[in-house]
């Protein structure tokens, strides 16, 4: 197979049979994984390893998606080392002192300094610290709004909606699904809030990854013959403030944090 270019591309290699012994409900939630860069095709015990050899082989250079956001990272550490912290931290309304710029993510303190050293408390993933660099370089420290816009409505975001959906919204779903405390979850951890709820949903939550990029997290809960939904939106300066890519990227590195947080409780 040539490198896959989608999740199905991947599901089409699998038995579909659903087993689970792979630790994912569905074979359709483990080829998500797999194209994102979470799990190995060899994480699938039913495929034949033949397959799992074939496809591993597939592309010298193959990189999975971990790999090259390790890449990414390294390269906005490199970029942090020309910013000017003091005049970044005004910028953005944040706190400069002894050398380090301050600000709060996902509710808890974050500090870097110009070598992309960070000290904080809470363990955040490569996936969320690639877009908080880019915040701190590039960030215009527009102020919210409080005007809130779908991924397809941001800046570029359009192409890349059926992506985001894929990626981010249906895994999210899932997981909230099966795991009924994730919301009591991000409101303590995160430091969430639970606002009035949106467009209609069972449950809104505004979570704050950035302190000018908030995301407000929309769940409907399944009904009797209606499946549940999720639906992510954005400050209407969120792609001012952060690239429409980086959004995505800093949605996917959520995601994956709180499906860490659902395994540590038991939930897969
Ligand atoms: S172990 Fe393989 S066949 Fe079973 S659910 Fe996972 S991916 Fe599907």
Redesign the pocket.
């Known amino acids: 197979m040539s490198r896959p270019r989608s999740t199905v591309d991947i599901l089409k290699l ?14 359709m ?3 998500a994984k797999v194209f994102s860069g979470q799990k190995e095709l060899g ?5 034949d390893r033949s397959l799992v050899e074939e496809n591993a082989a597939q592309g010298p250079g193959r990189r999975s998606m971990g790999q090259e956001m390790d890449e990414a990272l390294a390269a906005m550490k490199k970029a942090l080392a020309g910013v000017d912290l003091e005049e970044a931290a005004a910028r953005l309304g944040a706190r400069y002192g002894d050398g380090r710029l301050f600000i709060r993510v996902l509710g808890k303190d974050l500090s870097v300094d110009s070598q992309g050293r960070i000290l904080t408390d809470i363990h955040v993933n490569a996936w969320v610290m690639a877009p908080v660099f880019e915040y701190i370089t590039r960030g215009r420290g527009l102020a919210v709004t409080g005007k809130w816009l779908g991924y397809r409505e941001l800046e570029n975001g359009a192409p890349r909606y059926g992506l985001f959906v894929q990626r981010i919204e249906l895994p999210l779903r899932q997981l909230a699904d099966r795991y009924p405390d994730l919301f009591r979850d991000l409101l303590e951890i995160f430091s969430a809030r639970q606002v009035e709820n949106q467009l209609g949903s069972d449950l809104s939550i505004v979570l704050n990854p950035l302190p000018l990029v908030p995301v407000l997290i929309c769940y409907w809960r399944p009904e009797e013959g209606i499946e549940s939904d999720v639906k992510i939106l954005f400050d209407d300066t969120a792609d001012k403030n952060l690239s429409t890519e980086s959004i995505f990227t800093l949605c996917a590195g959520l995601v994956q944090m709180f499906e860490k947080i659902s395994m540590k409780h038991g939930f897969r």
């Open positions: 699998l038995d579909k049979s659903n087993c689970g012994q792979c630790g994912e409900p569905t074979c939630a483990f080829a994480g699938c015990p039913v495929l």
